[in-house]
C-alpha cells in the first residue's frame, strides 16, 4: 500500500504545479484515505496563495479555510469520471461561492479535470479561469454564478432534473455563510425542502467572515441550524471543518440521510486563512492577495508535500 511518506519521496522531482498521478485521474469514488488527503490539502492550499500572489488577484482566504472539504469532496467522496466530466452518472457539485475560484480550479488541475498549466492563466484577460467560476471552463463546471446566493436553486433544478432521469447520483452544493445573507437562497431552501429533494447536500462554510467584516456585525446569522432545521432540512454540524477525520464523518453521516425525503444541511465551521498565521482570525485579507514577502512567509507555513513549487 502506498503511504503517504511513499508519495512525497517520489514526487520531490515533479515540476509545478502538481504531478501527474494517473491513480487520482480515474473515474469513480476515490477513496483516499485521511493521511494521502493530507498531502492533497497542503497542496492545495500552497496553490492558492501562490495562483492569488502571482495575479495579484483573488481570494486567498477562503482557499485555505475550504481546503478540507474540497479534497474530501473530490478526492474522497465524489463520484466523478475526469476523462468524461458531463457522465450521466457522476455526481454533481456547484460552488455557489463562486469566487472561491483559486482553491476550485487547483482542485481541478489536482484531480486529472483540467490541465495543471492552466493554473497560470488564472484570471487573466480572456482566460476561463475567472475569478467567478465560470462555464467557460467546460463541463467540468456544473453553474456559473456571479452574484451570491444563486448556486441553492440551481443545485434544486439539477437534483429535479436527475430525479426524473431516474438517475441515483448526488448534488453537492458550497455556500458561504455570508451569502446566507441573500434572500434568494431561502426560497431555494423552501423549494427543496417541500419537493423533498433528498439527492442534495449542501455544505455552509461556517467561517463567520465576510468581506465587510464578522458576519455577527454585519447582519447576524443567528441560529442556523435551528433556522435550516424550520425550513425542512435535516442538518448535521461539523465541529471541526479544518479536520481531515471530522470532514470525511460528516460527509458519510450526510450521504447517509440522503433518501430519507430531506434535503441535508451540513454546517461545516472552518476558520477563514487555516494554515497561514497571519490570514486567520480577521477578514482583511479577504479579497487582498499577499505581496511576494507575504506570500513566501505563507508557503514557509504551508508544508510541501507534492513536490510543488
Known amino acids: 500500500m502506498t503511504t503517504s511518506s511513499d508519495l512525497i519521496q517520489s514526487n520531490r522531482t515533479c515540476t509545478p504545479w502538481f504531478p501527474t498521478r494517473a491513480d487520482w485521474q480515474q473515474k469513480g469514488r476515490l477513496r483516499l484515505s485521511s493521511d494521502v488527503l493530507e498531502l492533497v490539502v497542503h497542496a492545495l492550499r500552497r496553490a492558492v496563495v501562490t495562483m492569488v500572489a502571482r495575479q495579484g488577484q483573488g481570494y486567498v482566504q477562503q482557499g485555505l479555510g475550504a481546503a478540507d472539504i474540497f479534497a474530501s469532496l473530490y478526492f474522497h467522496e465524489m463520484f466523478i469520471d475526469p476523462q468524461s466530466p458531463a457522465s450521466p452518472i457522476r455526481d454533481r457539485f456547484l460552488l455557489s461561492t463562486a469566487h472561491n475560484s483559486a482553491l476550485f480550479h487547483a482542485t481541478l488541475a489536482l484531480r ?4 495543471s498549466n492552466l493554473l497560470d492563466d488564472y484570471v487573466k484577460d480572456g482566460s476561463a479561469l475567472e475569478i467567478n467560476v465560470s462555464e467557460r471552463l467546460g463541463p467540468v463546471v456544473e453553474g456559473t454564478f456571479g452574484s451570491l446566493g444563486q448556486g441553492p436553486s440551481v443545485a434544486c433544478g439539477l437534483a429535479v432534473s436527475d430525479r426524473i432521469k431516474g438517475r441515483e447520483n448526488r448534488t453537492y452544493l458550497v455556500l458561504g455563510d455570508g451569502e446566507l445573507q441573500e434572500g434568494q437562497v431561502w426560497e431555494a ?8 429533494m433528498d439527492n442534495v447536500i449542501a455544505t455552509i462554510d461556517y467561517n463567520g467572515q465576510q468581506i465587510d467584516g464578522p458576519t455577527e456585525k454585519i447582519m447576524d446569522l443567528k441560529n442556523l441550524k435551528a433556522k435550516w432545521e424550520a425550513f425542512g432540512w435535516e442538518v448535521i ?3 471541526e471543518g479544518n479536520d481531515l477525520a471530522a470532514v470525511i464523518a460528516g460527509l458519510e453521516k450526510a450521504k447517509s440521510l440522503t433518501g430519507k425525503g430531506k434535503p441535508i444541511l451540513n454546517l461545516l465551521y472552518t476558520e ?5 498565521d497571519f490570514m486567520v482570525g480577521t477578514h482583511k485579507w479577504h479579497g487582498s492577495p499577499p505581496n511576494d514577502e507575504q506570500l513566501a512567509l ?4 504551508l508544508e510541501e508535500t507534492l513536490g510543488d513549487y
Open 112 to 115: 486529472g479535470m483540467i490541465d
Open 189 to 196: 431552501a423552501m423549494y427543496a425542502a417541500h419537493y423533498k
Open 237 to 239: 454540524e461539523t465541529k
Open 272 to 276: 477563514m486563512g487555516y494554515g497561514v
Open 298 to 301: 505563507a508557503l514557509g507555513q
